[in-house]
């Protein structure tokens, strides 16, 4: 298993810009989610989703949308970047068996800087 | 929304010393994690704990879950220079929360040799 990849792992963009951040894994895992991390800020929840076709927000939603059209991949898109989304951003993946073994997979980050 | 305070901010210890750190919430959770961050990677989860009162060793590493259920601590014992690293504390809810995890700021650990 390749477990999570993220991709790109850096990015430079200017204000305005759209992209779209590549998160896929390989476990069939039910539930992903995107964070980003600030300094200081540990990593904070911007959306998750508990399965295809369902997504919902989290604690830093805005400039952000995201879809979940299969199992493998979550992207995230940000629609007009700004400099206040520069930061590093981190994909997770978690299987759901309501038991006590969810552990969050995370992938390896993609460092993005607004201009 | 939940908030975790998560201290110290950094710590700066010598090789072989032991290293404390902890987290507390106002809100209760069901399950506490423990994760490590190298340079250039995501977070590793280190330790799990999910009933209130336990205590959960991984090596030298050593967490408990509160009584309370609002905190929780992380101790590392006689400390190795690849012991540095961001270290994460993160809560869970019950119910259908699944998977979403709240953060702690994070701990930055810096070993001297």
């Known amino acids: 298993n390749a477990g999570v990849t993220q991709t790109p792992k850096f990015q430079v963009l200017k204000t305005g810009q759209s992209m779209t951040l590549q998160c896929a894994q390989d476990m069939n895992h039910e539930y992903m989610s995107w964070y980003r991390q600030d300094p200081g800020m540990g990593l904070r929840l911007i959306h998750y989703?508990?399965?295809?076709?369902?997504?919902d927000q989290g604690e830093v939603p805005n400039g952000y949308n995201v879809s979940r059209s299969t199992t493998e991949d979550f992207p995230l898109r940000l629609l007009s970047a700004a400099p206040s989304q520069t930061s590093v951003y981190f994909c997770?993946?978690?299987?759901?068996?309501?038991?006590?073994?969810?552990?969050?997979?995370f992938g390896p980050g993609t460092r993005l800087t607004v201009l | 929304g939940q908030q975790l305070n998560q201290s110290p901010q950094s710590m700066f210890i010598q090789e072989g010393e032991d290293v404390s750190m902890n987290c507390t919430s106002s809100s209760i959770f069901n399950t506490w994690l423990w994760y490590k961050q190298d340079p250039g990677e995501g977070p590793v989860l280190l330790i799990a704990l999910y009933k209130a009162g336990e205590l959960t060793s991984n090596g030298r590493l050593t967490a408990q879950f509160g009584i309370t259920r609002k905190d929780s601590f992380l101790n590392i014992s006689a400390s190795i220079p690849s012991d540095v690293g961001i270290y994460f504390c993160a809560g869970k809810g019950g119910g259908t929360s699944y998977g979403k995890l709240t953060f702690g700021q994070g701990t930055i650990l810096t070993v001297h040799p």
């Open positions: 997770a993946s978690t299987p759901i068996d309501r038991g006590p073994t969810d552990t969050q997979y």
């Open positions: 989703s508990v399965g295809a076709g369902i997504t």
